[in-house]
């Protein structure tokens, strides 16, 4: 994977004319030479501007260009308007693949997008007469890095990159953009020579963005690792989802057969069935047993019943008369029953709700304390009004014993009233969960008592029409007692076998849950692995012979190294701190060139580019210019590509040049001239 710059060209149409420059680039060191002021940081800028990764600068969608690409260009001491001005592109991969990319500056045209990228799947700008596929892409705006018609997307799998899912302020994942990795690649005048922990855009919100495109850029194990158990951890979220969302669905299909799960963890387990297993419970409204020897029972009378005959009604006259009498007396019992738990239910929802609101008042309170610590945290004083003796809701005196005190015990801080309350709120919530399970048996008790009821009348009518019935009739109450088992046995029946599918649902998940901790206990101890060692070893070492090369002085370059948690430079351990100007200038050419030869042993994911504007600023020595130009332009036996701009003294760097291997692009006048005048009508 690698990207390489052929060919820029900036355009500016104005009422005189076109305006343009071409540059061509080629692999090695390229040194790009003009003026102050004669547009060499403005093909720097278009660079950037055209692969839309202006964003690494800031959040700002204003282009980075000057006047000349936006407003007027001049031409000695006259001002001519632009009226549209774009730059055009031809860049290529590592598989020899080129593609060319032009976007928009200004435009007279109130269609034409800051925000389009038009693309052409070739060589456009060295090999205009060829046929190629035109596609046109958004880019600066939300989906340019995830969606088809994004040009980050394109752009990124032209490049070769797969950009990992990392983590994003709000518990969000989001790709690794690219303007996060570009800065070890670009470095701008204005603020890329600052500092190298300045350079990120963290606007992105992404956590630790410098750290994690370091290891993308060096393609450090640790990075894959560190994601994999990102991954598995989001896959134990969704598996627990899952789980709970099961278990609901479990419960519901025996809603309506006064049936209770009890067993199912509340959590995820690695074995299924659990011990003990999840029983299903099934109550008459006073008592609960067990579903299957419910089933059982139900079973063995109906079997008893179709080993003998139905008998007929004057057969069953005597007893259908005790047996009407008895079953009024349930009749009313069940009835008596009813009234007391349903009184029952209404005193557990109370209660149920009275739990609920302590809840949320513990967590008003929970909030409150909180705020306060932050404030009594930075300094400020805050008012416990509990601690003075005080009601903190009507604000009247209370006293928190029965008896006087001899001495007062002090107030608890509030650090250690949020722990309190804490604590109660984890106590409610176990209330809570309780009460609702109390709740939800006598709910189905209540529904139990009612389809008793119910069944009870059903049999009442049934005893009575069969004392009515004529002698040889068949008992009508033996028939429907019959037709209530038959009903029950089913309904019981469909129950037992749709729950039988659940457990199979929870085998399932506890299968893909083992799977899924075996796997993060794997990666519990995440660290470098040797091949990230030598990676960061040898950056060091490359790190540290540039130093020396550029004449680092502001403390010794022994104390110098690259830092194992932030892939940054470091000194002893810790961030750099302060150094000169030039040295911090220093410190970047040395880290960033170090990156691109490693990439020269290792594999990683450098680009085998890098671009540099005004690297020679703070008053660097010319020794360290020279230095730098040198150890830059071996990137032309690795074919990589090294871009400096430059306005330094034309004569020094003439001699400087004269001894380094180099594609030298010079510019003694403005860059942008006028290359189509207008026509005369």
């Known amino acids: 994977m690698s990207l390489r710059i052929r060919r820029l060209l900036m355009a500016v ?13 080629e692999d090695g060191l390229n040194v790009l030479w003009a003026p102050n002021t004669s547009g060499k940081s403005t093909a720097i800028m278009s660079i950037l501007y055209a692969l839309g990764l202006e964003g690494m600068l800031g959040p700002s969608h204003q282009p980075p260009l000057p006047d000349a690409m936006r407003t007027h260009i001049m031409t000695g001491t006259s001002e001519i308007p632009v009226v549209e001005s774009f730059v055009r592109m031809e860049i290529e991969n590592g598989d020899g693949q080129r593609i060319t990319v032009q976007r928009q500056v200004e435009s007279s045209n109130p269609k034409d997008s800051r925000q389009l990228v038009r693309t052409w799947i070739g060589p456009y700008m060295t090999n205009p007469d060829g046929e ?103 896959k134990q979220t969704q598996l627990k989802e899952k789980w709970t969302t099961t278990a609901r669905k479990a419960k519901a299909v025996t809603v309506a057969s006064h049936v209770i799960v009890r067993g199912i963890p509340d959590d995820p387990t690695a074995t299924w069935p659990p011990t003990p297993p999840p029983e299903l419970l099934i109550t008459d409204g006073t008592t609960w047993k067990s579903l299957r020897e419910s089933i059982k029972s139900l079973q063995t009378r109906l079997k008893e019943i179709d080993e003998k005959e139905i008998p007929r009604a004057e057969q069953v006259a005597q007893s259908a008369i005790e047996d009407l009498q008895l079953t009024e007396e349930e009749l009313s019992r069940l009835t008596s029953r009813l009234e007391s738990l349903t009184r029952d239910l209404m005193a557990e ?38 601690a003075s003796g005080n009601c903190p809701t009507c604000h009247q005196p209370i006293k928190d014993v029965l008896l006087e005190q001899e001495h007062a015990s002090p107030p608890m801080t509030l650090e250690e009233n949020i722990l309190f309350i804490r604590d109660q709120m984890a106590t409610f919530r176990d209330m809570h969960e309780d009460a609702n399970g109390v709740v939800e048996a006598k709910e189905r008790q209540l529904t139990a008592i009612r389809q008793k009821i119910s069944d009870v009348n059903t049999t009442v009518r049934s005893l009575k029409q069969t004392l009515h019935s004529g002698g040889e009739v068949p008992s009508t109450a033996a028939i429907q007692e019959r037709l209530l088992l038959e009903q029950s046995a089913v309904s019981l029946q469909e129950v037992t076998e749709e729950f039988a599918d659940f457990d199979t649902a929870f085998e399932n998940l506890s299968q893909e849950w083992a799977e899924i901790q075996t796997r993060l206990k794997s990666l519990t101890n995440i660290g470098l692995t040797d091949m990230d060692d030598k990676k960061i070893a040898y950056l060091q070492t490359m790190f540290a012979q540039q130093l020396e090369e550029y004449q680092f002085s502001s403390f010794p370059i022994d104390q110098m190294s690259i830092s194992r948690g932030s892939y940054r430079p470091s000194r002893n351990d810790y961030d750099v701190g302060l150094t000169s100007a030039s040295d911090t200038i220093r410190i970047i050419w040395a880290y960033l060139i170090g990156m691109l030869e490693t990439d020269r042993k290792f594999q990683t994911n450098h680009l085998g580019m890098l671009v540099f504007d005004e690297p020679r600023q703070q008053g660097t020595k010319t020794l360290s210019f020279d230095a730098l130009l040198k150890r830059a332009s071996k990137c032309a036996d690795s074919k990589q590509q090294v871009i400096v701009a430059t306005s330094e003294e034309k004569e020094t760097l003439d001699t400087i040049l004269k001894s380094v291997p180099c594609h030298y692009l010079q510019y003694t006048g403005k860059m942008l001239t006028l290359i189509v005048p207008k026509k005369k009508t």
């Open 13 to 25: 149409t104005t009422a005189q004319g076109r305006f343009g420059a071409t540059i061509p680039f």
């Open 132 to 234: 190629y596929e035109r596609r046109d892409f958004y880019v600066r705006t939300s989906g340019a890095a995830t969606d088809p018609s994004g040009f980050h997307r394109f752009l990124a799998e032209f490049i070769g990159y797969k950009l990992p899912q990392i983590p994003a302020a709000d518990n969000e994942t989001v790709p690794l953009y690219l303007e996060c990795i570009f800065p070890y690649f670009f470095v701008d005048q204005m603020t890329g020579w600052r500092d190298i922990k300045a350079r990120m855009p963290t606007y992105l919100r992404i956590m630790e963005m410098g750290k994690r495109s370091a290891e993308y850029v060096l393609s450090l194990d640790i990075l894959r690792r560190s994601i994999d158990k990102q991954e598995y951890e989001r």
């Open 349 to 386: 929802r109370a209660h149920r709700d009275s739990v609920f609101k302590r809840l949320q008042a513990l967590a008003e309170d929970y909030r409150k304390y909180q705020d306060a610590k932050k404030v009594e945290d930075r300094g400020g004083n805050v008012p416990i009004e509990l």
